[in-house]
């Protein structure tokens, strides 16, 4: 199983178990799965290799991820670099979280912007966050949970962190103060990222 994906080119692809939403920037995609609801609940697959990789998507996911966050706090931008690169595939079990993708793909036609969606536990939204992306959310309810699939273990050697309000990206995120990790307050700029990248296009392509 390879750790990457290609895209078949289609702005929206729709199977019986979930619809393939094409994002601004070039291989991010949000799935929308199919729920299955009656009176006792619901059912839906949140992930189907066979079905995906119908639909150009084949990553073997080996590692899956479960974090809590209070209000207001701020994870990200987070990557591993080419030594560990990583394939996310993120939704929200519980309340709601902006999450935010930003292309470190030196290149890339979209190198620098950045898109964001709300992933909720009632909308099922999942993202799909390619290798060359620095990815980070902000918890939007009282509490959230998200969950999220990985291509690659969990390498500290190969983790790096953009700073969540360079203004060269611009985000605009709905708070100002948020609550940080000391490791995200240290985060780089853009400017800094340029000067030693962890990614470039066409080594991404070639992984895909």
Known sequence: MGIGWRSKGCKQQTTMQFTIHETPLPGAVIIEPVCFRDERGFFLESWNYRDFAAHGIEIGFVQDNHSRSVKNVLRGFHYQDMTAPMVKLVRCTLGSVLDVIVDLRVGSPAFGRWHAVELTADNMLQLLVPIGFGH???????????????????TPSAEGVIAWDDPDIGVSWPVTDPILSQRDRKGMRLAEYLARPAFRFADVECRS
């Open 136 to 154: 980070a959310f902000l918890t939007l309810s009282d509490v959230a949970e998200i969950q999220y699939k990985c291509s690659t273990y969990y």
